[in-house]
């Protein structure tokens, strides 16, 4: 009887401490995903006063600081992306057209942006265009 209440005890404390293990390791990974998956954040208003400073190098001629100051935009626009995407796959059926076509449009400006990026400052006047219009396209 001994035995048997022995090994029932055994079978539990390893069962129990197997079930801890498998749970701690759930939650770590549903941790993990979901700061994997979190919607990253841009404010309009911060993407138009970083696109405001870029102009202002633009028009001050100033070709290492608009370069310096274009990868700042280079990486709010991919960020822009990124949050229509995810308004996309989030926002229900609903509102998957509208964001469909808003995310066409910001493709759209953006390939154009690429294309004449290597000369900022002869590009400039096309430059502070499209960042306008890509700004016109976030809310």
Known sequence: MKRI????SLIVVSYTGAMAQTQAKAQA???AGNVATARPTLSKNDFVAKTTQLKTLLDANNADGAKAKWA?????LMTELNITKHKIFEGG???KTHNTEVMIQQRDIYMALIKI???LITNKVAIND???AFAATMN
């Open 5 to 8: 209440l022995m090994i029932s």
């Open 29 to 31: 990974n549903a941790t």
């Open 72 to 76: 700042e935009v280079h990486q709010m």
């Open 93 to 95: 059926e609903a509102n």
């Open 117 to 119: 990026k290597d000369d």
């Open 130 to 132: 499209k960042l306008s």
